[in-house]
């Protein structure tokens, strides 16, 4: 698999890279699925924290994560916010050993840039995000600044929803900016990345793949992880990066 360097604290990891997002897993057992996922060689999992206001789920915050923490000490930790006031959960997820936050754009516009900040002085990485609705454009400002741009190829909230295959543009339009900026931020997509999309986002650019339902949904994890590996092998194989 051809490997690009990118980013900071991940800059020698190969990519693009499966995130596995915990949503799909049993919370019943998230200790054994966060395990389970690393013996596949995933190092970076994903963990989706809702509020039931900003989407209309609700999930878990740092006290689980911390838990997560202590179950797999060596694992990357990217939280996605999905909330309103993301502000307030800065230090909690420092606390909880997150060591990428990102937050929506749409949940603090004008306050990007302080909350940016915010997360970095917490010894954090820092994401940005947006949903299908918001252009690139809105955020473009802050793309020198950030470590990774997480593209929301569903409406956040939910797992096993299909991709907005058009969403897929903002990928490239970040590439152009991110080499007109000279800036570093990795490229991460989410919703509904499965075996047929998977190529798709790869062929886009996004060097970040998320991916839930198609990871943990029927228990099978080492056969699906082996699935959309072999989709993204295929798909850099045939593409010039
Ligand atoms: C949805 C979450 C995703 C979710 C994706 O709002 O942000 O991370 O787990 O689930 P799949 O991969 O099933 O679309
Ligand atoms: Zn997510």
């Known amino acids: 698999m051809k490997s690009t360097k990118l980013g900071s604290n991940v800059s020698s990891w190969e990519l693009p890279l499966i995130a596995p997002s915990l949503l799909s897993a049993d919370f019943a057992a998230l200790g054994t699925e966060v395990r389970r996922a690393l013996r ?4 970076w ?3 989706d924290v809702m509020d039931n206001h900003f989407v209309p789920n609700l999930t878990f915050g740092p006290p689980v994560i911390r838990c997560l923490r202590k179950a797999a000490p060596k694992a990357f930790f990217d939280a996605h916010l999905m909330v309103d006031n993301p502000e307030t959960l800065v230090k909690p997820c420092a606390d909880a050993g997150v060591e990428l936050l990102t937050f929506h754009y749409e949940a603090c516009s004008e306050r990007s840039q302080s909350l940016i900040e915010l997360i ?3 010894g954090m990485q820092v994401g ?26 569903v409406e956040p909230g939910f797992g096993g929803q299909a991709m907005i295959p058009s969403c897929l543009n903002k990928i490239r339009t970040l590439k152009r900016l ?11 997509v989410d919703g509904g990345i499965n075996e047929t999309t998977i190529g798709l986002a790869v062929a886009a650019g996004a060097e970040v793949l998320v991916a839930g339902s198609a990871v943990f949904s029927n228990g099978e994890i080492s056969a699906n992880l082996a699935k959309l590996r072999g989709e993204i092998r295929k798909t850099l194989r045939g593409t010039s990066f």
């Open 40 to 43: 596949e060689g995933c190092r």
């Open 45 to 47: 999992l994903h963990l």
């Open 178 to 188: 991110r080499e007109k900026q000279h800036a570093r931020f990795l490229i991460q």
């Open 128 to 153: 940005i995000s947006v949903r299908p609705a918001t252009p690139v454009g809105r955020i473009e400002s802050y793309l020198r600044h950030v470590d990774l741009v997480l593209v929301m190829t």
């Open 120 to 122: 970095r002085n917490h």
